[in-house]
Each structure stands twice: as structure tokens, then as C-alpha cells.
T-cell receptor, first 114, second 114 residues
Framework: KAGVTQTPRYLIKTRGQQVTLSCSPI?????VSWYQQTPGQGLQFLFE???????NKGNFPGRFSGRQFSNSRSEMNVSTLELGDSALYLC?????????????FGPGTRLTVT | SQQGEEDPQALSIQEGENATMNCSYK?????LQWYRQNSGRGLVHLIL?????REKHSGRLRVTLDTSKKSSSLLITASRAADTASYFC??????????????FGKGTKLSVKP
């Protein structure tokens, strides 16, 4: 089975622009989560989606949004980019929601905001 | 918010030696997991230990959990250069009931010299 794929892998944007990142989960997985990783704050939870519904959202401003499609693919959008949004954005998928379901992570999208 | 805090932040050892990393967390947990990350790439799930377990083994990995002290340790025996990576502990976040919103510690950066 193919793993979690994220596109693009690298991205350079300018302050004030917006960006959309994509995540394709493992086939059959219906839950997708997003995380932001920075040197200063470490790994932080952004959102969790299951069956096209956002289940949970982390403590991030409204500039960060996401969605999940009927094929379980997910996108996250960051509007009005700030320098501090430079980070590695990781997507993870699992079969379903629940403490028993292991998360499988993608390779990440490295976003640089200049 | 950081739930797990790893110690030490960095560890440098020779091939063949054992590496021990510790993690402390703040709230009660259902389970605790350890992940590995190679040089800013995706996370790889290593092992999960449930709150009613005290010790778990997987290959060269040994994890212990002390819920009374809210701490866990990861031991890698007979380390290899390929074990060079950052190691994170993670617990289920405040939203509960799902692995999809993990709270990660800041990680231990392990360097294994050949």
C-alpha cells in the first residue's frame, strides 16, 4: 500500500500570500490530522478530520483552515502568511477515529515564508 | 501546549552503546507513544504502551511507563548509526478519544557515531 503523500514537498511564499497544502491518506483511511512543526514550538496539532467533518482544531488563528473531501483527501489553507508560519507541515492518516487507531505520517511539506 | 517533555534534549553515543531517553507528561493518559523522525522528515511510529502496562519491548526498543511519576523511558540497545534521529513521546490531546490529536514533547536528538 502506498503511504501518506503530501504535495508539494517544498514551498516558498511571500508574506501576505496564501497557500494550500494537500494530503492524500493511505487507501482506506478515513481520518486525517495535520500538525505544524517549528524549531521553537515543536510539533503542534492543527486539525483532525473524519468523514469530511472537522472533529477537532488546535489552538491556531482563523487564518489556518482545512477541509476533507469525500475520497478522504485533505487540504489545509493558510491565508495572509506571516514569517512565523514557516514550518514543516505534517499530515497523518488513520483508519478511523479512536485511541486504538495508529497514526501514519507523511513526509511533510516544508513551507518557507519570506 | 506541550504534554511530554523529553530529557535529554540531545544525546551523542558510539555505535553499540545503549541510548536512554526520558519523557515526562502532565495529565492522566490512556496510552503513550514514541515516534522517530529522521532529519526533518515524517514521523515513524515506534511503539505504544498503554496506561496499564509497565514495560513493552519491540526488537531493540524497550519502553517503560510509570504512571505514578507520569514518566516514560525509551531504551535503544546496541545502537547503530541508522538510529540517528529525533525521538518524540506523544500522548492523546485534550480532545481525547482519538489518536488524531497527539501532543508531542520537544524531542531528544540522538546522534550515533560509527
Amino acid at each position: 500500500k502506498a503511504g501518506v503523500t503530501q504535495t508539494p514537498r517544498y514551498l516558498i511564499k511571500t508574506r501576505g500570500q496564501q497557500v494550500t497544502l494537500s494530503c492524500s491518506p493511505i487507501s482506506g483511511h478515513r481520518s486525517v490530522s495535520w500538525y505544524q512543526q517549528t524549531p521553537g514550538q515543536g510539533l503542534q496539532f492543527l486539525f483532525e478530520y473524519f468523514s469530511e467533518t472537522q472533529r477537532n482544531k488546535g489552538n491556531f488563528p482563523g487564518r489556518f483552515s482545512g477541509r476533507q473531501f469525500s475520497n478522504s483527501r485533505s487540504e489545509m489553507n493558510v491565508s495572509t502568511l506571516e514569517l512565523g508560519d514557516s514550518a514543516l507541515y505534517l499530515c497523518a492518516s488513520s483508519l478511523a477515529v479512536g485511541v486504538a487507531y495508529e497514526q501514519y505520517f507523511g513526509p511533510g511539506t516544508r513551507l518557507t515564508v519570506t | 501546549s506541550q504534554q511530554g517533555e523529553e530529557d535529554p534534549q540531545a544525546l551523542s553515543i558510539q555505535e553499540g552503546e545503549n541510548a536512554t531517553m526520558n519523557c515526562s507528561y502532565k495529565t492522566s493518559i490512556n496510552n503513550l507513544q514514541w515516534y522517530r523522525q529522521n532529519s526533518g522528515r515524517g514521523l515513524v511510529h515506534l511503539i505504544l504502551i498503554r496506561s496499564n502496562e509497565r514495560e513493552k519491548h519491540s526488537g531493540r526498543l524497550r519502553v517503560t511507563l510509570d504512571t505514578s511519576k507520569k514518566s516514560s523511558s525509551l531504551l535503544i540497545t546496541a545502537s547503530r548509526a541508522a538510529d540517528t534521529a529525533s525521538y518524540f513521546c506523544a500522548t492523546v490531546g485534550d480532545y481525547g478519544g482519538s489518536q488524531g490529536n497527539l501532543i508531542f514533547g520537544k524531542g531528544t536528538k540522538l546522534s550515533v557515531k560509527p
